[in-house]
């Protein structure tokens, strides 16, 4: 049954993956993903500070989940935060979320998204990047969008320089309290549209323009 909350029905389709938006449903079927930890031992920090995914479990599902719940809660023209999670052959896998301050103005988004390492190197997170781009530009006339990632988050940087990015400095961060560098990244809309595909599907976008102040 359909929310009769708008942000809850967007939906993003891929030929390999969907992007469902984060109901409270999906986020349950996707706690076991957290609480097995998606940080693996022995590989560089992907994510800078404060961050859920750090903490031991089940404080880390705790505040995981709060902290979706709080991002869902704010969300005004000034500034919104739509979670999504990833799903591949309806099995969550992980979430991509896109984040605008002052859109309506300015037009500018940033992403953030995560993996279960298990669902890594196969190429999801080059297509959840992908569809999230589509839903910015496509549904929501974005006029640019940016990424950052730590220098070391080869994987990370590899998807925004795939998908048409362009450098756009450096900066830092810290990550469990210690600094360290971060890659930025640019993506127009005359950069977007010469790769723009054309077998990516949004739904749910109209209803939604409203809550966002478009």
Same mark, same amino acid.
């Given at each position: 049954?359909?929310?009769?909350?708008?942000?809850?029905?967007?939906?993003?389709? /891929?030929?390999?993956?969907?992007?469902?938006?984060?109901?409270?449903?999906?986020?349950?079927?996707?706690?076991?993903?957290?609480?097995?930890?998606?940080?693996?031992?022995?590989?560089?920090?992907? *994510?800078?500070?404060?961050?859920?995914?750090?903490?031991?479990?089940?404080?880390?599902?705790?505040?995981?989940?709060?902290?979706?719940?709080?991002?869902?809660?704010?969300?005004?023209?000034? *500034?919104?935060?739509?979670? *999504?999670?990833?799903?591949?052959?309806?099995?969550?896998?992980?979430?991509?979320?896109?984040?605008?301050?002052?859109?309506?103005?300015?037009? /500018?988004?940033?992403?953030?998204?995560?993996?279960?390492?298990?669902?890594?190197?196969?190429?999801?997170?080059?297509?959840?990047?992908?569809?999230?781009?589509?839903?910015? *530009?496509?549904?929501?006339?974005?006029?640019?969008?940016?990424?950052?990632?730590?220098?070391?988050?080869?994987?990370?940087?590899?998807?925004?320089?795939?998908?048409?990015?362009?450098?756009?400095?450096?900066?830092?961060? /810290?990550?469990?309290?210690?600094?360290?560098?971060?890659?930025?990244?640019?993506?127009?809309?005359?950069?977007?549209?010469?790769?723009?595909?054309?077998?990516?599907?949004?739904?749910?976008?109209?209803?939604?323009?409203?809550?966002?102040?478009?």
């Amino acid at each position: 049954m359909p929310s009769s909350y708008p942000l809850l029905n967007l939906a993003v389709r /891929t030929p390999r993956l969907t992007l469902a938006a984060a109901t409270d449903e999906l986020l349950e079927r996707l706690v076991p993903v957290v609480r097995a930890g998606v940080v693996p031992a022995g590989e560089p920090l992907p *994510f800078d500070d404060p961050m859920s995914l750090y903490d031991d479990s089940p404080a880390r599902e705790w505040r995981w989940m709060r902290a979706v719940w709080a991002g869902r809660a704010r969300v005004s023209a000034e *500034f919104w935060r739509l979670y *999504f999670v990833i799903c591949d052959d309806g099995e969550p896998v992980g979430m991509q979320d896109l984040i605008a301050r002052d859109f309506a103005a300015i037009g /500018t988004v940033t992403s953030f998204s995560w993996l279960a390492p298990a669902a890594r190197g196969r190429g999801l997170g080059k297509e959840a990047r992908a569809a999230i781009l589509h839903l910015a *530009f496509e549904g929501f006339g974005a006029r640019e969008a940016g990424s950052d990632a730590f220098t070391d988050n080869h994987a990370s940087n590899r998807v925004s320089e795939a998908l048409g990015y362009s450098r756009n400095g450096t900066d830092w961060a /810290t990550r469990r309290s210690e600094p360290a560098e971060l890659q930025r990244w640019r993506l127009t809309r005359a950069d977007w549209e010469r790769r723009r595909r054309a077998d990516i599907t949004l739904s749910g976008v109209a209803e939604c323009r409203p809550v966002l102040g478009l």
